[in-house]
């Protein structure tokens, strides 16, 4: 399996007033491979959104490198970062941030316009379809006030991926959702994942992190642990299906809060 | 003190709005300031001018001999006169023609292509003094000149300079003021020499022409002396003035320019009006909750009011004396014309709080503009605040102008045009703004274009020629104007021509009073003038009149009026009203014959056949026709109205830079506040991967869009209010319907590209100052 993105000793620190400098990544390596779903588990304050931040390009850290699809982004152009992330990547954030001057199915298609890698018409048929596949068709002409939390965060993930990016990223994607929306848009993000998207979650929650196939645990702005769980897309069908495999499930979830205690979570 | 802590927070909280909203009060009371105290310098000086120099009341300009006996002889025995007049005198003024003087440095340019009637005088001995620079009568030693200022601010010359007269050399030892023949517009200057110098002078040039002045009792009656002294036989080949004529010449160069820049003041006054009006809703709409808790706990809306008044009470105070003190060290620049045309007088103390009242008034304005815009606390309910947290727009709906129905257009354009849309209100205040940027700026560079366009004549109740010929009231003149014509007649080079002869009638008014009148009679239809109303006087019984004389003779075209002519009355129908700011715009057309006895000047238009040098014609017919005055239409008008229009140009750089200025203050504080708003907004998109150019594609459409329209609605307003505004202005001099000469290229395209550079370049810089990505989103 390709990698597509590779971080290398990642250091980051913010300033806090004069000469107060508080580093928030120390020397992070990381690899997330091609159609990998991973997440990055950690207390509030590890560090976990400052590192998505950078190795997507939306910020740049003070030292390291950065490959994403074996380029290092580490020294683009702002332009080219830009396109980038418009092109190859889709992002889902815990607020889940549309446009509020802009209907529901203008939040979607509007990276999709400015990307013009397609024309209009298409852009428009492949949010009808997203939207369809995340089960909100009915929500296209409604302003997002007019919509639950869960139904925004399909919203959010049919903008993310309206330009069929090859890596999707997500910062607590399910933090602002109850815990029966939180299953079914991890439900929703496997089936993603299974249909060739690479995605990389920041999570807090040990029941999202236990969804996801590869687990980093992350202290203090280092990676301390990593733990494989094996396929996640089959675990998380089952969610929805029975009873029975409801408690594989839970079974998966206890093995990793052990495992996490263990790290000192 | 609590108050005083939340109004320093607050103006540390929104510095940048603050300096800006400062800036404009601070400009609006500076020029407020200026304005005021240039009518004040203005009045003052010209006072001063006329009481050190002892301005004549009434002066009879004559050529030909003149009986001075027979002149005292009346003054001591006419009823009138005898009551009226204080003091009188007879000035001999010794006409030099151009071609033998030399001005310029001494040096080689002559005067001949000069309009000015150019006379020698000696020192009046009691009044009608020629003063010097400070306003001291002037007393020259032989071999000495002394200039009048009109040709100190021509030829930038100093003390000392040589000036040559024929073959005898002057030194300049004094600068002229001339109470009565200082402005530009009038068309006679007088030099000063020793009585010594005068004598070999007039041994050379034989020509005389004299003023017999007077001095009155009681300037008042000036009307009722007048009709006595032209009722009676006495010298009046030639134009009377009196000192009104004089003081409203005197005022008009700068009136213009004081004019503008009180109309600058009242704009900018404007636009403050609109910040603080943003600026405060801003405010209450981020302290909504605030105040929401300041009621809830039980301050009164009155204390909160004030917390709030406080702030602009500071505020325009502090703005304002600014603007004052500043006003003091600009006043020298605004003021030099006037300091040298009539001295600096001193200003009475109680005048001299009139510039410092204008400033207070921006004051006053700022304070009850602010208190009834903080009404609206009013209506802030605390409960209300306290659960919405934010006064908020109205909600921006979503379903509006959707984006999947865009076609074609970038979406960052897009966007930026719905933004623009969607936030009317809002944006609204920055068009508004904007227009009155586009209308300072168009303004006066619309009226300085318009004055400096040759077509500029026809408010100068004279038709368009390439050329004029002047010869005015002297001696053998009767003769010579003739020989004049019939050369011109004679001339191959010239393609048609037009004699024009103003000669003295009497107007017999209803009461049965007499008055003089100056009428221009010939054919009025080779060299056609723009009539405001009716048409040119074409039968002998028709008559054109300026427009300030028929306001002030209260005739409409179809009206009549009484001449004396030839002895006999003759009722005259009025065919036309035309625009004259000439002669204190007053003066007449009629084709009805003259006699030579009361000519007062000759004038000759003539167009030349097209690849004829215009120069050479000049050079060749001021040598012929001796001594006549030969200019041609842009000289007539520079030499006329070259003090205005380099004081209106002065005006016009400055209203120039004030839009712009304003147009960038203005865009940096709107964006600045609208990023702040938008913040997260501009994260999102930039997170998805929208480019920091396209985030600024977005905010340079909404201003480019704004500006747009405030330039559209500016210069339409300027070419249809702001054209009437102009003659309103130019109305009080004689010219009611100023249309503007536009020059398409600067109004439509320079003047427009000035200001989109202006916004766009602040508007670029604005959005790069927007790095940090993730900011808003975290
Ligand atoms: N822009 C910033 N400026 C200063 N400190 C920051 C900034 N962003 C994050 N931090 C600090 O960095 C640390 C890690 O933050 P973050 O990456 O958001 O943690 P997590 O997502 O794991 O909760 C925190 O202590 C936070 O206060
Ligand atoms: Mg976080």
Redesign the pocket.
């Known amino acids: 399996m390709n990698t597509v993105l590779d971080a290398q000793k990642l250091n980051k620190s913010?300033t806090?007033g004069k000469g107060n400098e508080?580093p928030?990544l120390r020397d992070v390596d990381m690899q997330i491979k091609e159609g990998e779903f991973i997440s990055v588990m950690?207390?509030?304050?590890?560090?976990?959104?400052?590192?998505l931040y950078n190795i997507c390009g939306m910020d740049r850290p003070d030292s390291g490198t950065v490959l994403f699809q074996n380029r290092d982004i580490a020294g683009l152009p702002e332009r080219e970062l830009s396109r980038l992330r418009l092109n190859e990547m889709g992002f889902i954030f815990q607020q889940i941030h549309l446009l509020k001057n802009l209907s529901i199915f203008d939040n979607i298609i509007l990276s999709g316009y400015q990307a013009r890698t397609r024309s209009r018409m298409e852009v428009n048929r492949r949010a009808e379809e997203l939207m369809e596949r995340t089960g909100i068709t009915e929500l296209a002409g409604n302003d997002i006030t007019q919509a639950s939390g869960g139904q925004l965060q399909r919203v959010g993930i049919c903008r993310a991926l309206i330009n069929e990016p090859g890596i999707l990223f997500g910062?607590e994607p399910t933090g602002a959702l109850n815990s029966s929306a939180s299953e079914e848009i991890m439900a929703l993000l496997a089936e993603i994942n299974r249909a060739g998207t690479t995605i990389m979650l920041?999570t807090?929650d040990i029941k999202v992190a236990s969804r996801t196939e590869r687990v980093l645990f992350?202290m203090d702005g280092r990676i301390v642990a990593e733990k494989r769980l094996g396929a996640a897309g089959a675990a998380a069908e089952q969610v929805t299906a029975t009873a029975a495999t409801a408690a594989a499930a839970k079974a998966r979830e206890e093995h990793l809060a052990a495992w996490l205690l263990e790290q000192g979570f | 003190m609590l108050l005083l802590r939340i109004v320093r927070r607050d103006f540390l909280r929104k510095k940048s709005v603050t300096i800006v909203v400062f800036t404009f009060i601070m400009l609006s009371a500076l020029l407020l300031a200026g304005g005021a105290n240039l009518v004040v310098e203005l009045t003052a000086s010209i006072n001063a001018l006329f009481e050190e120099a002892r301005a004549s009341h009434f002066v009879q300009m004559h050529s030909g001999p003149v009986d001075r006996e027979a002149i005292e002889t009346w003054a001591r025995t006419d009823s009138t006169a005898r009551e009226l007049v204080k003091e009188m005198h007879v000035q001999e003024m010794l006409t030099v023609d151009g071609s033998s003087l030399f001005i310029d440095g001494g040096g080689t340019v002559s005067e001949e292509n000069s309009i000015m009637d150019i006379s020698f005088v000696v020192q009046n001995e009691s009044f009608d003094w020629l003063l010097d620079l400070d306003n001291q009568v002037i007393d020259l030693a032989p071999g000495e000149v002394g200039v009048p200022i009109y040709y100190l601010q021509r030829y930038d010359l100093e003390l000392g300079d040589p000036l040559r007269v024929g073959d005898a050399t002057y030194s300049i030892a004094a600068f002229v003021r001339d109470a009565q023949m200082n402005p530009a517009v009038v068309h006679s200057k007088r030099f000063l020499v020793h009585p010594a110098d005068y004598r070999v002078l007039s041994e050379r040039f034989h020509e005389v022409e004299y003023l017999i002045e007077f001095l009155l009792n009681d300037v008042d009656r000036l009307g009722e002396f007048s009709a006595a002294y032209l009722a009676a036989d006495l010298p009046q080949r030639g134009p009377t003035v009196d000192i009104r004529l004089f003081r409203i010449m005197n005022a008009l160069t700068d009136g213009i320019a004081l004019a503008v820049i009180i109309l600058l003041s009242l704009l900018l006054m404007g636009i403050a009006m609109l910040c603080l009006r943003f600026t405060i809703l801003a405010t209450i709409e981020e302290d909504y909750r605030e105040i929401g808790v300041m009621k809830a706990i039980g301050l009164s809306r009155r204390d909160i009011r004030n917390v709030y008044l406080m702030k602009y009470l500071v505020l325009g105070a502090s703005a304002a004396l600014t603007g004052y003190l500043v006003s003091l060290a600009l006043n020298p620049i605004l003021t030099s014309n006037i300091t040298l045309s009539f001295g600096s007088a001193p200003v009475p103390g109680l005048l001299r709080a009139i510039p410092l009242g204008a400033a207070g008034l921006v004051f006053l304005i700022v304070v009850a503009s602010s208190a009834m815009i903080l009404r609206r606390f009013h209506r802030i309910s605390a409960v209300e605040a306290l659960r919405s947290g934010g006064a908020g727009e109205t909600p921006r709906s979503g379903r509006f102008l959707p984006l999947r129905r865009s076609r074609f257009l970038d979406v960052n354009v897009f966007l930026g045009l719905r933004d623009v849309v969607q936030r009317v209100r809002l944006f609204g205040i920055l068009v508004l703004i904007f227009f009155f940027c586009a209308f300072i700026i168009i303004i006066p560079v619309h009226f300085l274009g318009t004055i400096q366009s040759p077509s500029f004549v026809s408010y100068l109740g004279i038709g368009r020629s390439d050329m004029r010929v002047d010869l005015r009231q002297s001696e053998g003149i009767g003769e010579r104007f003739p020989e004049v014509v019939s050369a011109i007649k004679e001339d191959p080079d010239v393609e048609r021509f037009s004699p024009l002869v103003t000669s003295r009638f009497t107007l017999v008014q209803e009461n049965g009073e007499e008055e003089p009148i100056a009428i221009e009679s010939g054919d009025f239809s080779i060299f056609p003038l723009d009539y405001m109303h009716g048409t040119a006087p074409r039968r002998d019984d028709e008559i054109a009149l300026s427009y300030l004389y028929a306001r002030d003779l209260g005739r409409d075209p179809g009206d009549t009026l009484v001449l004396l002519v030839g002895g006999e009355q003759r009722e005259m129908t009025v065919s036309g009203i035309y625009q004259d700011v000439t002669n204190g715009g007053r003066t007449a057309k009629a084709p009805l014959p003259f006699d030579s006895e009361n000519v007062l000047w000759y004038t000759i238009s003539l167009d030349l056949v097209p690849g004829t040098s215009l120069e050479a014609k000049m050079h060749q017919y001021s040598q012929a026709f001796y001594p006549a005055r030969v200019t041609d239409l842009e000289g007539y008008i520079a030499q006329t109205l070259g003090g205005t229009i380099g004081q209106l140009r002065r005006v016009t750089i400055i209203a120039v830079a004030v839009g712009v200025a304003v147009a960038i203050l203005i865009t940096a504080l709107f964006l600045k506040m609208l990023i702040a708003r938008d913040i997260t907004r501009i994260a999102i998109m930039r997170s998805l991967g929208f480019s920091l150019r396209s985030i600024r594609a977005q905010y340079l459409t909404m201003t480019l869009s704004l500006l747009a329209a405030g330039i559209a609605a500016g210069t339409l307003f300027s070419n249809t209010v702001g054209q009437r505004l102009v003659s309103l202005l130019w109305s009080f001099m004689g010219a009611a319907r100023i249309r503007f000469v536009i020059d398409p290229l600067q109004a439509y395209l320079l003047l427009p590209l000035l200001l989109v550079t202006a916004v766009s370049v602040t508007t670029v810089l604005s959005i790069s100052r927007i790095r940090q990505i993730n900011?808003g989103i975290?």
């Open positions: 913010y806090l508080q928030v950690g207390p509030s304050g590890s560090g976990k959104s400052t590192l910062d920041v807090h992350m | 900011g975290q």
